[in-house]
């Protein structure tokens, strides 16, 4: 599948896009989970650490290549989400709108986790001239899958949400 940066000829400069991707979402977790404190110094240094060690490793740096535009996708989902909740009256504050936050955190991890044991795995598999049927995370990392999967979610929560008893 052709993407953005392969069609403009910015897959020169794939790997300084994996290096700000990993630096950017390792700040944003030391951020948020503030694992190391509040001091955001040492949030900036160990998350440029972990860029530069994913810039040395071309499987890291392959890994973040496939799951970034996955990433995105996800990012607008979840921000069309978050618009159409506010336009029924959900905001952060409300209960119901923490869990579901807590539920797509977790949900957007095992994806992302899921996506990236499929590269690792396929990256690993010796080249075979046949092809043979996909199974296991084969499966699941098919775009035509992943999407099913992804609308049957959002039908899911959808259903779920609008048949909730309000407070």
């Given at each position: ?35 190391v404190g509040s001091n955001t110094v040492i949030q900036i240094i160990l998350s ?53 936050k807590a539920v797509t955190l977790v949900f957007f991890i095992v994806i992302m ?55």
């Open positions: 599948m052709a993407t953005f940066v392969d069609v403009t000829g910015l897959h020169v400069f794939s790997n300084i896009f994996a290096f700000l991707f990993a630096w950017v979402i390792v700040y944003a977790i030391l951020m948020y989970t503030r694992v440029l650490l972990v860029a530069l060690f994913v810039l040395l490793s071309t499987i890291a740096t392959n890994i973040i290549l496939t799951i970034a535009p996955w990433f995105a996708i996800l990012f607008v989902f979840a921000t069309l989400a978050a618009v159409a909740f506010g336009s029924f009256g959900a905001s952060a504050s409300t209960p119901t709108f923490q869990g579901l986790v899921l996506l990236a044991l499929g590269q690792i795995t396929s990256g690993a598999a010796p080249a075979t001239t046949t092809t043979a049927p996909k199974t296991g995370i084969g499966l699941i990392t098919d775009p035509r899958i992943f999407g099913i999967i992804i609308l049957g979610l959002i039908s899911v929560f959808t259903i779920a949400l609008l048949t909730m008893k309000s407070p």
